[in-house]
């Protein structure tokens, strides 16, 4: 089993967009695909773990989501930078339908994605990163058994960061440091 470094999409590898959909809309972070290709080259899984109520909700449909996710694939191959697995939750307390559902053990801040991840994959836990703008993001990975970076990009800036194993200005910062700290 290996370490893998999980990321929150929006607001940490993306500028953050409300429901984002379109994938003209896509911009992603400075210095992001860079880190995720720096990732790559040890050998580490990068797992995206993403929360997207949007679907739920009904303001958009899985379509839209991989047509998001083919623009940001095609944008992270400028960089020779490649995403391993993408996990989403479409539940909300206000979703429709199957979505409807308040606390999926899917949506983050439970762990549901990441132990997914890690059993499909064999990725250890405990070795692992979870790398985040949102509060809900370090709880999932600390709830999944991981360490956990906030980064100061989208909602990171006004996020507390008690509890963080790491504090970094962007995900270029917190993967340098993460390196830096496995063999």
């Not at 500028?15 to 959909?21: A, G, I, Q, T």
């Not at 290709?37 to 040890?42: D, I, P, S, V």
């Not at 549901?112 to 370090?138: F, I, N, P, Q, T």
């Not at 800036?157 to 917190?174: F, I, K, Q």
């Amino acid at each position: 089993m290996k370490p893998a470094v999980f990321l929150d999409r929006d607001g940490t590898l993306n500028e953050e967009v409300d429901y984002l959909c379109d994938p003209e809309q896509l911009a992603l972070i400075p210095g992001s695909a860079a880190a995720v290709a720096r990732l790559n080259t040890r050998g580490i899984p990068v797992v995206v773990v993403t929360n997207q109520s949007g679907i739920g909700r009904g303001k958009y449909n899985w379509q839209d989501f991989a047509a998001v996710m083919s623009r940001m694939d095609t944008f992270l191959a400028l960089e020779n930078a490649r995403i391993d697995a993408v996990y989403a939750s479409p539940h909300h307390e206000l979703g429709q339908g199957e979505y409807a559902v308040a606390d999926h053990p899917d949506r983050k801040p439970n762990p549901g994605m990441l132990l997914r991840a890690a059993e499909e994959h064999g990725l250890d836990l405990s070795r692992s990163w979870m790398v985040g703008d949102k509060a809900v993001d370090l709880e999932a990975g600390r709830r999944a058994g991981c360490r956990v970076a906030l980064v100061r990009t989208g909602y990171g800036h006004s996020v507390d960061a008690a509890g963080a194993d790491l504090v970094a200005m962007d995900l270029a910062e917190a993967v340098d440091r993460i390196l830096a700290t496995w063999p």
